[in-house]
């Protein structure tokens, strides 16, 4: 494989993070719902995710290559049909809205309690570098990623680190919350909800690759890196069980029992991990809106939907997030169906 090939490889797989990772990732809330809570288990729900993710990612990447999809319209389209396709479009353009908004006012939240400054300061300047970004369509995705991502990893590398240090809590310790099958049922949810959130970007992202080849190793690039990341971040939250449970943003908690620079650090990775997942959102949203617009099209849709999403943020993160998500994890396993069988062309 040629140099160009591992670059895009890279690339691509850093997209795939960047757009799985979260707000709820960086917090830690979703390892800790997911997997810790069952105890030695979750090492198997971390593996089981990880295969799915890999799995999934790349037939999403795939059918965007073959499809030369600029958009996921054109996915759920061949799979569902034209009426059924524009039901279930409008309803994850929907969502995808409602997450932009609870995107927005979780960076407007960051911004009060941890810099101190404007809740209106903190999400227009995250709107103004989210339009900059975006300007250059997939191709800024792909830059802003392979830089915010290899940082939220590093950062967790350096958090599993430190926990090492102060020493890894017994199994036996968390034994309580363990449960024989639910760990499986978790994993799988846990995989089903962020590739169906992650479809918007992945299939005109499957276009981005030169070669099959290139696709799927950065399909696995992003799964591997997944994993890693979710095995790191379950280790910090295991030494500090059952403790964990009681806070809202747990990985925020160790930090700042760790090291008070190490807090500020966190603040900032968990900004990076929002705005990668903002500006997925966004491109997902625009191009759905007009395919094959044109740059200052898109720039104004763009503008109009983070400028809508502004005032609708005013209502807050906590209470946007306790709505919309569970409707949108629903919404995830119509996707999930179209990843099942492999794309044979029709002659119509």
């Not at 030695?40 to 999934?56: K, N, P």
């Not at 503008?303 to 999403?309: P, S």
Request: contains cysteine; glycine residues 10%; hydrophobic residues 55%.
């Amino acid at each position: 494989m040629n140099r160009l090939s591992w670059k895009q490889s890279f690339q691509i797989g850093c997209t795939y993070i960047g757009t799985v990772i979260g707000a709820g990732f960086a917090s830690g809330q979703e390892i800790l719902q997911f997997f810790t809570i069952h105890g030695t288990y979750a090492y198997f729900g971390i593996f089981l995710a990880t295969v799915l993710f890999a799995w999934g990612g790349i037939r999403l990447l795939r059918f965007g290559y073959e499809l030369r999809a600029i958009s996921y319209n054109q996915l759920t389209e061949y799979r569902f049909g034209k009426q059924l396709a524009r039901i279930l479009d409008s309803s994850m353009s929907i969502m995808l809205f409602g997450i932009t908004v609870a995107m927005l006012a979780g960076v407007g939240a960051l911004f009060q309690e941890q810099f101190h400054l404007s809740f209106h300061f903190g999400v227009l300047l995250t709107i103004g570098l989210t339009l900059f970004v975006l300007l250059k369509g997939m191709k800024g995705i792909l830059s802003a990623n392979s830089i915010i991502v290899p940082c939220m990893f590093l950062f967790t590398i350096l958090i599993f680190i430190l926990t090492l240090r102060q020493g890894i809590v017994s199994p036996s310790a968390i034994a309580e919350q363990e449960n024989h099958w639910k760990w499986g049922l978790s994993s799988i949810s846990y995989a089903a909800f962020n590739l169906g959130l992650a479809v918007s970007v992945l299939i005109p992202l499957g276009t981005q690759a030169g070669t099959i080849q290139t696709l799927k190793l950065g399909g696995l690039i992003g799964a591997v890196g997944l994993g890693v990341m979710m095995v790191i971040v379950h280790i910090a939250l295991a030494a500090h069980m059952p403790g964990m449970i009681a806070f809202e943003v747990p990985m925020g908690y160790i930090a700042a029992k760790m090291n008070p620079w190490l807090q500020i650090g966190f603040s900032f990775v968990l900004w990076g991990e929002i705005f990668s997942s903002l500006i997925g959102n966004v491109y997902a949203l625009s191009s759905q809106m007009k395919p094959g617009a044109s740059m200052l099209q898109t720039l104004f849709l763009n503008i109009c939907i983070l400028t809508v999403a502004f005032f609708v943020a005013q209502i807050g993160f906590s209470k946007l997030v306790t709505i919309l998500y569970p409707l949108f994890g629903y919404l995830s396993f119509f996707f999930i169906l179209a990843i099942l069988f492999p794309i044979r062309h029709r002659n119509e």
